[in-house]
């Protein structure tokens, strides 16, 4: 083991991040094998280090995109006092105890939605005075639905493994950290777009899609946020179509309703989506917004 005492540096003059393989990865220990002769004899052998598994969730982190803002979103800081906030947390919390078996087996529902009860489109429809005291009675921001959604994607690349199948249809001999990709709408679908304008025969746009339909998890934040377009339709449609067939979990919030988050996915994708959460697991919520409750408590 490391020591304070005696920290070697490498060429540079540097010290190693890991003392204990000195940044090579890999550790030499000693085991006893037993030989064709029955005769007991020991062997060194390099085994991965402990720093290597430390590598790859950095990795995982890296690659997961959560934005700064939710870098440290926690359940632990997660408040529980309204019923709402209870409701979220405990359907969070819930998911989480099942994600491993979901990943592991996968299940027909496989996947976490969080949505509105009076989406977005449908308040905004409605004509003056009413407009303003529906939004007040049913706010669907604010509510810590993307907060406990990363801190959901933090526990699953840390606690969740993967154990691939080969095309053969045999099993991988080892398993690995499940990589997760948080995605926001809006940005996400302009990403899209762009790249399906660019002049490079359609890579670069399906280099991201293919990124969002492989990847283990997908937490797709504020879905049918962006606005509505046919093309953006048939690349939601994309997407969840080739998860769903996979069996490969969505994990969603959006300020849209069911029925206004259909028209802005279309159809045949939300019918997959809501498939996938069943009724279950699809969270329609309301409550007070902690962003305005938070000012009110500083004042
Ligand atoms: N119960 C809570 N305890 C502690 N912090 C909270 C709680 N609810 C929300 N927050 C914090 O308030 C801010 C807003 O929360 P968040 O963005 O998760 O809400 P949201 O439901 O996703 O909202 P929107 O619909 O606008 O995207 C975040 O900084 C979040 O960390
Ligand atoms: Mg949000
Ligand atoms: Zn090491």
Redesign the pocket.
Known sequence: MSSDKSKQQNAHGEEYKCQDCQDTGALLIKKEVERLDGKKVQQELFEPCHCAEKKKLQRRYKNSLIPD??EN?SFK??????DV?KT??NATVSYMNKIQSIISEKPELNSLG?IAEFGETTIREMKGEDRYTFKQQHN???????????ALARYIMESVRVRDTHPDGTEAKHNRGCQVLCISDVTFMEELIQAKMSSDEGKKLQKLVNGACEVDVLVW??LGKAKWSETKEGLYYQIINERWRHKRPIIF?S?EDQGTLSDKIGYAAASRLFGMTGEENLYEVEGP???LQ?GKSNV
């Open positions: 803002e939710f979103a800081e997660y408040q529980r006092n309204t906030q979220l947390f969080f669907s921001f604010g509510l810590g639905k993307t907060h406990l959604q990363m934040d504020d919030s300020n917004d902690y962003r938070r």
